[in-house]
Antibody, heavy 118, light 110 residues
Framework: EVQLAESGGGLVEPGGSLRLSCAAS????????MNWVRQGPGKGLQWIAS????????YYADSVKGRFTISRDNAQNALHLQMDTLRVEDTGLYYC???????????WGQGTLVTVSS | QSVLTQPPSASGTPGQRVTISCSGG????????VNWYQQLPGTAPKLLIY???YRPSGVPDRFSGSKSGTSASLAISGLQSVDEGDYYC???????????FGGGTKLTVL
């Protein structure tokens, strides 16, 4: 069974940093591109970042480019998101998502909550 | 402001057929597949329809998708109370190297 378990969320002040992690199990992690998608309070879904199987390709939404860094460790079956210079508008539930074919997000974690507030 | 446009709400009675629309442009829906995600209250999103009209294993055939030009729609037949939740369309965005989502449609079963 595919499982994705996020961790690392919490309360942080504007301008601060946070590192999210996602532990993957139940599938060959190194065979799939991985993504982060966030959902603001009472809002819709927003794709944040993606990383290819070998980490050769990384893409970011304009809203986080230059502030967030996605990475993966295939030996540890782990996905990470380093978030720097956080803003109030970065508040939300962050989902770790497996990508089957390009754009097909076939498995989602339960999310980890990030709150940016002073 | 979401890239794809969906109605904020939809409703129907048990057994009815409802449709949810999704409108985009030439750089997303017009040139790429459309996926639909279902998010039931308090849960993570789940892939409901992929590549316009395919259902992942376990998704009932009451759910179907279609696409024409720069628009797509999700149809739910034989509406059930367990279908209440939010539905999101998504398509690859050629300009962003990632998927773009609709703002979501809240489905209420009356």
């Amino acid at each position: 069974e595919v499982q994705l378990a996020e961790s690392g969320g919490g309360l942080v002040e504007p301008g601060g940093s946070l590192r999210l992690s996602c532990a993957a199990s139940g599938f060959r992690f190194s065979d799939y591109s991985m993504n982060w998608v966030r959902q603001g309070p009472g809002k819709g879904l927003q794709w944040i970042a993606s990383v290819s199987t070998s980490s050769a390709d990384k893409y970011y939404a304009d809203s986080v480019k230059g502030r967030f860094t996605i990475s993966r460790d295939n030996a540890q079956n782990a996905l990470h998101l380093q978030m720097d210079t956080l803003r109030v508008e970065d508040t939300g539930l962050y989902y770790c998502v497996r990508e089957d074919d390009p754009g097909d997000f076939d498995h989602w974690g339960q999310g980890t909550l990030v709150t940016v507030s002073s | 402001q979401s890239v794809l446009t969906q109605p904020p709400s939809a409703s129907g009675t048990p057994g009815q057929r409802v449709t949810i629309s999704c409108s985009g442009g030439g750089s997303d829906i017009g040139t790429n597949y459309v996926n639909w995600y279902q998010q039931l209250p308090g849960t993570a999103p789940k892939l409901l329809i992929y590549k316009n009209n395919y259902r992942p294993s376990g998704v009932p055939d009451r759910f179907s998708g279609s696409k024409s030009g720069t628009s797509a729609s999700l149809a739910i037949s034989g509406l059930q109370s367990v279908d209440e939740g939010d539905y999101y369309c998504a398509a690859w965005g050629n300009n962003v190297n990632g998927p773009v989502f609709g703002g979501g449609t809240k489905l209420t079963v009356l």
